[in-house]
């Protein structure tokens, strides 16, 4: 257990809905990231926060954004959802801005139908 | 550009060592990484190593990094079926925290 908490486990919506993908980082850990894991792209970065504020941005889509909050934990929301959409959505957290030791949560399966 | 290349696939038998391997392209890589993904887990970090290192040992796991050759290899001793999984190779090449995941080696332990 890395101690990266995602919530929820599976998600199953319908094209062109809007969900929020929860994420509490290890206690103590600043930087959150999220990276999207899919059978034809493979694990790729999306974003990074670090103590409330975006450090980092990847392969993000403009239909996708996130945020950190005061207290640390990261939402990371997708709309106008599409088929290819369909990943498994990881987030993970550092100490630092940095992020030479990241520790992956469980992730959240997202199926679009 | 970035781009880190492992093959897809490595069959063992229990007891022996595996040495799963993985190139890049990005001379400015800063660290080197090594995470393992059991089905339907998180990616576990296994161990990493310094740009500036050759080689980094930690228990069964032995990681070389050739610099030179932009090659990195993780050796697994004695492998067990438990080290069963995919394993991913990533790297980082700037201050920020983003990582860089080649596609993953599938280890498959025979009893």
């Known amino acids: 257990d890395s101690g990266v908490t995602q919530t929820p486990k599976h998600l199953i919506t319908a094209t062109g809905q809007r969900v929020t993908l929860r994420c509490s980082p290890r206690?103590?850990?600043?930087?959150v990231y999220w990276y999207q894991q899919s059978l034809d792209q493979g694990l790729q970065f999306l974003i990074q926060?670090?103590?409330?504020?975006?450090?980092a941005k990847g392969n993000i889509l403009e239909r996708f954004s996130a945020q950190q909050f005061p207290d640390l934990h990261s939402e990371l929301n997708l709309s106008s959802l599409e088929l290819g959409d369909s990943a498994l959505y990881f987030c993970?957290?550092?100490?630092?801005?940095?992020?030479?030791?990241?520790?992956f949560g469980p992730g959240t399966r997202l199926t679009v139908l | 550009g970035e781009d880190v290349e492992q093959s897809l696939f490595l069959s063992v038998r229990e007891g022996d060592s595996s040495v799963i391997n993985c190139t890049y392209t990005?001379?400015?890589?800063?660290?080197l990484y090594w995470y393992k993904q059991e089905p339907g887990a998180g990616l576990q970090l296994l161990t990493y190593i310094f740009s500036n290192m050759d080689m980094k040992q930690d228990q069964r796991l032995t990681v070389l990094l050739n610099k030179k050759d932009k090659h990195l290899s993780l050796r697994i001793a004695d492998t067990q079926t438990g080290d069963s999984a995919i394993y991913f190779c990533?790297?980082?090449?700037?201050?920020?925290?983003?990582?860089?995941f080649g596609q993953g080696t599938e280890l498959s332990v025979k009893p």
């Open positions: 206690s103590g850990d600043l930087s």
């Open positions: 990005d001379s400015s890589s800063t660290y």
């Open positions: 993970a957290s550092s100490v630092n801005v940095g992020g030479i030791e990241q520790f």
């Open positions: 926060y670090y103590n409330g504020e975006e450090r």
């Open positions: 990533a790297e980082k090449i700037d201050r920020g925290g983003k990582l860089i």
